[in-house]
């Protein structure tokens, strides 16, 4: 009798630990993504589709669902519990239309949330500086799309690890913020004073107020993770297998990956 119990027990703990092995497995394949398209009046750039599509497939590549929406009402605490990361894709000017959608955003990213921005997010909500902050810079100018030889800063992170001591990349344009938050790790950066100006005589470094002009970082922000690149101008940059590793990079890390 007490052996067939012990064997019961055994059985029933074998069952539990495939259980909970099994109730790990799908809790980590339901990560999920929110790609926030949304732009408000002013420029609009036409590679948000592309950047979007890019997302979906990483996710379908890599174990983590995609949504993807330009609807603000989609910000309500209970709707962004079930999402890992956020990303702000080319978002740009006013994004959001009340209060209670702002609010939303800063109790994801308060109770532990990913917040991704792709190229002009940074040019989003130019009038609320805990936008500035979470991004980690509010954008400022840019010199005319050119070559960008870029400097790996950090090449620990994964969105950075699988480069080399420079990155040459495509045309595209080079970003420059100025309200830098004071904890962001710079990732990649540019020397401006090797770019061409818009206008003839325009001194770069002068208008950028820094040499090396940071064009991806991360940090931790108010208990969330929070990670950018101002790369991706062209919607063919989202099809770029190096561009595309630099965001999975950064999303993964946003989602808690060291």
Not at 163 to 175: A, F, V
Not at 230 to 252: M, V
């Amino acid at each position: 009798m007490i052996v067939n119990m012990n064997k019961r027990l055994a059985g029933l703990l074998t069952v539990f630990v495939a259980f909970c092995v099994l109730a790990g497995i799908c809790q980590a394949a339901e990560q999920k993504v929110l790609v926030y398209t949304k732009f408000g009046k002013g420029f609009v750039h036409d590679c948000v589709k592309a950047c979007a599509d890019a997302v979906v497939e990483l996710g379908r590549e890599n174990g983590f669902t995609v949504d993807v929406s330009d609807d603000p009402v989609k910000f309500t605490d209970d709707n962004l519990k079930q999402y890992s990361v956020l990303v702000f894709d080319n978002t740009n000017n006013e994004i959001f239309d009340t209060e209670e959608q702002k609010a939303a955003l800063q109790k994801y990213v308060r109770a532990g949330g990913g917040f991704v921005g792709i190229h002009s997010a940074s040019g989003g909500m130019r009038k609320w500086p805990w936008y500035w902050a979470l991004i980690g810079g509010k954008f400022k100018m840019h010199p005319p799309s050119q070559p960008l030889n870029i400097t790996i800063v950090d090449r620990n992170h994964p969105s950075t690890s699988f480069l080399g001591d420079t990155w040459q990349w495509q045309k595209d344009e080079c970003y420059v913020h100025n309200e830098m938050g004071k904890n962001v790790k710079v990732l990649l950066s540019v020397d401006i004073s090797t770019l061409k100006p818009a206008k003839e005589g325009q001194d770069l470094v002068a208008m950028a107020g820094v040499k090396m002009v940071p064009v991806a970082w991360c940090q931790n922000f108010e208990g969330g993770r929070q990670w950018f690149t101002a790369l991706g101008h062209d919607p063919k940059h989202y099809s770029d297998p190096t561009l595309r590793k630099h965001i999975l990079g950064g999303i993964q890390w946003a989602m808690g990956a060291k």
